[in-house]
């Protein structure tokens, strides 16, 4: 069922109660009946086509259950598998120390820039604040 058919069914669906509430209010039984028994015809088919999907989907998730079993059961189970031989030797812990100092020096020169950038900010506003209260 496609989005814009529950859309419909459902709008139905909430149209029929209003003109069964309607004729039950105004006092009109004919109104009253017909509305009702047409609610209850588009629940009725609201509840086959959803059988219906959930059927399908039942046989679509068996197809595609035994479809994964055969390729399991084929398949012959694959030998563990090594590393491939590499040309450069392994990392040391030598290496990443040296490599996780050089990011610590790195980003303490960037905070160092940037305080320093932020303290000669302030010096010019503050320089700029005194020469306004001068003048």
């Not at 009109?28 to 059988?51: C, D, F, K, M, Q």
């Not at 595609?64 to 398949?75: D, G, L, P, Y």
């Not at 392994?90 to 303290?119: E, K, N």
Request: aromatic share 0%.
């Amino acid at each position: 069922m496609k989005s814009r058919k529950v859309i419909v069914g459902v709008a139905g669906i909430g149209v029929l109660t209003v003109a069964s509430l309607v004729g039950t209010v105004v006092g009109n039984p004919i109104l009253e009946r017909v509305a009702s028994t047409l609610l209850l015809a588009a629940v009725a088919l609201l509840v086959l086509n959803a059988t219906v999907v959930l059927r399908r989907t039942e046989q679509q998730a068996r197809r595609n259950r035994s479809a994964i079993r055969e390729r399991t059961t084929h398949v012959p189970r694959a030998k563990e598998l090594k590393p491939p031989a590499s040309s450069q030797p392994a990392m040391t812990t030598a290496d990443l120390i040296g490599t996780i100092r050089l990011l610590q020096a790195q980003y303490v020169g960037r905070l160092d820039r940037a305080q320093a950038a932020l303290d000669a900010a302030v010096a010019r506003l503050s320089t700029d604040e005194r020469q306004n209260h001068e003048d």
